[in-house]
């Protein structure tokens, strides 16, 4: 293997909830009055932590949202995934070579702890990350495109970051691989490859990844 830790992003690239939680997004903010297509989040929100679209509609409107949204919109997204919640297709076969090949790997996401559980209870993604492997903006002070998460999950994992390989499939999420000095791998299942400017490899299906990586 070219790295010594192999770094997920999670929605998007290991569970198949961008769909799902962007649609739910955009229906919550425009329920309170900030008129938003499933391609406005996709484009302004897709793999941003919860603090940073408040900061975003607040900035945008002068509004702020109300005290409950998280809660509201957690709610909303974990009745969805227990109805239309996928893993992404061929990961699983990615997670059982990098097991067999004993190469490190983690998660590490905007999601809270609680999301990311969630998901994985749900695909039965959880049999490949126990708690020792899952990290979120919820254990760094910011979130991407900051780089602190995936330097926080790095230095948990005993990993310099330059032999780190984040994959990711959101611009924010890529910005900040590349802030924290790390190789990053497009995946562009669902964001067109203009968007993911500054990844060290663009790719669009799972089985590609692991010619990648070795």
Same mark, same amino acid.
């Given at each position: 293997?070219r790295?010594?830790?192999v @770094?997920?992003?999670?929605d998007?690239?290991?569970v198949d909830s961008?769909?799902?939680?962007?649609?739910?997004?955009?229906?919550?903010? /425009? %329920?309170?009055?900030?008129? /938003?297509s499933y %391609?406005?989040?996709?484009?302004?929100?897709?793999?941003?932590?919860?603090?940073r679209?408040? =900061?975003? $509609?607040?900035e945008? /409107?002068?509004?702020?949202? #109300?005290?409950?949204?998280?809660?509201?919109?957690?709610?909303?997204?974990?009745?969805?995934?227990?109805? %239309?919640?996928?893993?992404?297709?061929?990961v699983?076969?990615?997670?059982?070579?990098?097991?067999?090949?004993g190469? #490190? &790997?983690?998660?590490?996401s905007s999601?809270?702890?609680?999301?990311?559980r969630?998901?994985h209870?749900?695909t039965?993604?959880d049999?490949?990350?126990? %708690? =020792?492997r899952?990290?979120s903006?919820?254990? $760094?002070?910011?979130?991407? #495109?900051? #780089?602190? !998460?995936? !330097? &926080?999950?790095a230095?948990?994992?005993?990993?310099?970051?330059?032999r780190?390989v984040?994959?990711?499939?959101?611009?924010?999420?890529?910005?900040?691989a590349?802030?924290?000095?790390m190789?990053v791998?497009?995946?562009?299942?669902?964001?067109p490859a =203009?968007?993911?400017?500054?990844? /060290?490899?663009?790719?669009?299906?799972?089985?590609e990844?692991m010619?990648?990586? @070795?």
């Open positions: 293997m790295y010594d830790l @770094i997920f992003d999670n998007g690239v290991l961008e769909p799902i939680s962007n649609r739910l997004l955009a229906a919550q903010l /425009t %329920e309170l009055g900030h008129p /938003t %391609e406005d989040s996709i484009r302004d929100y897709m793999g941003s932590a919860m603090h679209i408040h =900061d975003l $509609v607040l945008r /409107t002068g509004r702020a949202l #109300p005290a409950d949204f998280d809660d509201v919109f957690h709610a909303r997204v974990f009745a969805a995934f227990q109805r %239309e919640l996928k893993p992404v297709a061929g699983a076969d990615v997670l059982e070579k990098l097991t067999a090949d190469t #490190p &790997y983690c998660v590490a999601g809270s702890h609680e999301r990311i969630v998901g209870r749900t039965g993604l049999r490949w990350f126990d %708690e =020792d899952i990290f903006s919820q254990d $760094v002070g910011r979130g991407k #495109p900051a #780089p602190d !998460l995936f !330097l &926080y999950a230095e948990r994992m005993g990993v310099a970051p330059g780190c984040v994959v990711e499939d959101s611009p924010l999420g890529v910005r900040a590349v802030a924290a000095g190789d791998y497009g995946f562009t299942a669902m964001t =203009d968007r993911l400017t500054g990844a /060290t490899q663009l790719f669009s299906r799972f089985d990844l010619d990648l990586l @070795i």
